[in-house]
């Protein structure tokens, strides 16, 4: 949105703020107040080389007033007015710290400020860059620059001693803008050069009610090494490069996206579904998005955030500052939003974390059981008949299982001797491979790994989310990333003893031998059915490892306790520090929207959403600004609540520009309340009370009781509901005895020098501090 003129005297002040339009005089008056502020980014996070800034006061003293970069004379006859002070872009910032100062004849300096620039492939603040990394921007020679939205070519970026000609070792793309349109069949289609209209061009109406035809306006280019977009609706024929926001309705999405990569690549952009958005585009909504926030192509939030910020910069910089920006994304995509909102106050001013999880790191607390407790069940203590029920498995895990979702894998099980259930649980159907992808420095990969040149370089790297991460966790002595997973004193299926589930000689058994995982240094790759074919396996049946338990510390003769795993503490200081663990804070308005989808075993399980809730009240004491919604999926999913969350959003927007001061949860509209829907859409409950009982012994609510809501394997072993432990704070076992953690199980002298024999270091105390989180926090 331009800013308007809105008088003579500031016009006058935005042409001539450079020059002394009224010539230079002493005066011995105060000096008067001036307003200095960079638009486009917080002052220490500038990129680029330019900026948008704000200059504010009185139009007599600015119409005399002159704007000075590093002491030399900015030229500002661009800059527009609005209604107290003017606005524009200044350029040429050098690397490192700049001075912005306002300068005028009769008081001299009136306001100064530091502005630190970055170069536009960064970093800013996330460490040294990862390489090798595999862009896949393409460029044809005497040709515009092209963005392979696809990922099917590119080019690799060597290390320090093999650079790459032909193409940026950053994956540099200079900004282009391209029309695009919508058919009437829902697709996009590039518009055709000369103006002509295409028959089978579609309309829209804008939020304001106005019809126009669908045209966006594209532009891609690379920030922060990314290929990132921006796109608004345009008129048809309008001249190139032209930046006009007539029908722009002043409110940016910022289009977050999930998955879970492990980095090495610049990423492809999925444009059709995301980028360009056409429900949100064609409201009138600018839409901004990155590879570099596509959770698939990375999972380091640091340099995410970092991605972010630069991105919404240069939106900034062309279109001025919007509304409000709103958060959109699923999964990996709504994590960004919790994570942001915390770690970068004002990048998103709302959220609708979609599927949410609080973040990723703390997920691998708990799924890096799975595969432990899968194993027990499946191979040690495969002849116990309760592994052979589906559901019983929930004892251990925590999470969902059901006779409805197959183990692909039970038949070749039960063809190799291994027990095992006949359906999954979420471990199985939706966490298997995941477990290797963050541990295993030989499993992971990226698109495009196989360009990565010389020979062997592939080889070189470190596929670990451990690695991804290495800027932020340390690295040992021998180079391999410090990591996050401990089990030392985990008391797995303590819930299931308790309720007698299981039985004492159960639970001593399975902590004896459920281990842990191995060191980096120490793993081996992946087997069947990560890697080879069922040929294989029938020649070599060792090949069969759907549990990595070829990575495992299991017991050396299954009669001595397996060892379990300790994790490095300089890791998890480090994810706590650096905000890649959401510790609560986030004040914006949140509506946490997920559809109920437990029945599938879809790793989204709606626990988290509460586990989220748990967090910000324990943070702030209340979790008022946050909303949540859940639609049931059951049997599939036909409603969608995301477009309603983005009119609830709007009104409650609205309130807090029209009373500010009230604060964010005062100004929420009716609708912004815990609310469940029917499939159809139709509100089952809504209001303060429908998730009674989801963190608390209170009754249930309405909505607790549609939707059951399962835990976690470290919730089954005592922790609590908030999830971020990664190292417990340890007690005696002598002191477990006395204080009833056992109930009324009285272990027998023999069974108590197991336990000890299994904790010599002591069992988990959640009531104690934990271990891995820094002082203060």
């Not at 002043?250 to 998955?259: T, W």
């Not at 995301?274 to 998005?289: F, N, S």
């Not at 299954?558 to 490095?568: F, I, L, S």
Request: proline fraction near 6%; hydrophobic fraction near 35%; aromatic fraction near 10%.
């Amino acid at each position: 949105m331009s800013v308007r003129v809105t008088g003579s005297a500031l016009a006058l002040a935005a042409a001539c703020l450079v020059t002394a339009c009224g010539g230079d005089s002493d005066s011995s008056d105060p000096a008067p107040s001036v307003g200095l502020r960079v638009v486009s980014s917080e002052p220490q996070w500038v990129s680029g080389g330019d900026a948008r800034v704000a200059v504010r006061g009185d139009a007599d003293v600015l119409a005399r007033a002159r704007l000075r970069l590093n002491g030399e004379d900015l030229d500002t006859s661009t800059f527009q007015a609005g209604d107290q002070g003017v606005e524009g872009m200044i350029h040429g910032l050098q690397e490192g710290e700049n001075t912005l100062t306002v300068w005028h004849p009769d008081h001299g300096t009136l306001q100064r400020l530091t502005l630190t620039n970055y170069p536009v492939e960064g970093p800013m603040f996330s460490g040294p860059h990862q390489y090798p990394f595999v862009c896949t921007t393409v460029s044809e020679l005497g040709k515009q620059p092209l963005v392979d939205t696809d990922g099917d070519e590119g080019f690799p970026v060597y290390d320090d001693n093999h650079q790459q000609i032909g193409l940026s070792r950053d994956c540099g793309l200079e900004p282009y803008t391209e029309y695009w349109y919508r058919t009437t069949g829902g697709e996009y289609q590039p518009l055709p050069e000369g103006g002509s209209r295409p028959a089978d061009m579609a309309t829209t109406t804008l939020s304001d009610g106005r019809v126009v035809d669908f045209v966006v306006r594209w532009e891609r280019g690379t920030i922060n090494r990314f290929i990132y977009s921006i796109a608004m609706l345009a008129e048809a024929g309008e001249e190139a490069g032209s930046l006009d926001t007539g029908l722009w309705n002043g409110r940016l999405m910022y289009r977050f996206q999930g998955g879970v990569g492990i980095g090495h690549t610049q990423g492809s952009m999925d444009y059709k579904r995301r980028a360009l958005q056409p429900d949100v585009l064609g409201q009138g909504y600018a839409i901004i998005y990155s590879t570099g926030t596509r959770m698939s192509e990375h999972y380091n939030m640091q340099v995410g955030g970092e991605t972010a910020l630069m991105v919404k910069e240069r939106f900034v910089e062309e279109y001025g500052e919007p509304l409000y920006t709103v958060g959109l994304g699923a999964s990996g995509g709504a994590i960004q939003q919790y994570v942001y909102a915390q770690n970068h106050p004002g990048l998103i001013d709302a959220g609708i974390p979609v599927q949410s999880y609080p973040d990723m790191v703390t997920q691998t607390i708990h799924i890096g059981d799975c595969e432990l407790l899968e194993y027990y069940m499946d191979a040690t203590d495969r002849d116990n008949p309760k592994w052979a029920t589906t559901k019983n498995r929930t004892w251990l895990v925590g999470l969902n299982a059901e006779d409805d979702v197959a183990d692909p894998l039970y038949a070749a099980k039960q063809q190799l001797g291994y027990g095992g259930a006949p359906g999954s649980t979420e471990c199985v159907e939706s966490w298997r491979g995941l477990t290797p992808l963050t541990m295993n420095p030989y499993y992971g990969q990226a698109d495009n790994q196989s360009q990565m040149q010389p020979p062997g370089l592939m080889a070189t790297v470190n596929w670990s989310h451990y690695d991804d991460l290495r800027n932020i966790y340390g690295v040992d002595g021998d180079g391999y990333p410090n990591t996050l997973f401990d089990n030392v004193g985990v008391q797995y299926g303590l819930r299931a003893l308790l309720d007698g589930h299981i039985t004492a000689e159960e639970f001593l058994s399975l902590n004896e031998q459920a281990g842990g995982w191995k060191d980096q240094k120490d793993m081996v790759q992946e087997g069947f059915p990560f890697l080879g074919t069922q040929q294989d396996v029938m020649n070599d049946p060792s090949l069969f490892d759907p549990w990595s338990s070829r990575n495992m510390t299991l017991s050396p003769d299954g009669t001595q306790p397996a060892p379990r795993t300790e994790g490095d503490l300089e890791a998890m200081n480090g994810a706590y520090e650096s905000g890649m663990v959401f510790r609560g804070k986030a004040d914006i308005p949140i509506i946490d929207y997920r559809p109920y989808l437990e029945h599938e075993l879809d790793m989204h399980n709606v626990h988290q959403s509460f586990v989220v809730r748990q967090r910000m009240e324990e943070f702030a004491g209340n979790a008022d600004n946050q909303v949540i919604w859940f639609a049931d999926a059951r049997p599939e999913e036909d409603y969608s609540a995301v477009p309603l969350a983005l009119e609830v959003i709007d009104d409650w927007m609205a309130n807090l520009r029209a009373n500010p001061s009230a604060g964010v949860a005062a100004n929420k509209p009716a609708l912004a309340v815990d609310t469940c829907f029917e499939t159809d859409g139709t509100v089952i409950a809504s209001g303060d009370d429908v998730w009674n009982g989801a963190l608390s012994d209170d009754e249930d609510g309405a909505c607790t009781a549609h939707f059951p809501i399962y835990s976690t394997s470290r919730i089954v072993a005592g922790a609590p509901t908030h999830g971020d432990v990664f190292k417990c704070g340890l007690k005696p076992v002598s002191v477990a005895l006395e204080d009833g953690t056992y109930g009324n199980w009285t272990p027998t002298s023999d069974q108590v020098n197991r336990l000890n024999a299994v904790f010599p270091d002591g069992v988990c105390d959640y009531t104690l501090p934990d271990q891995g989180r820094p002082a203060g926090l």
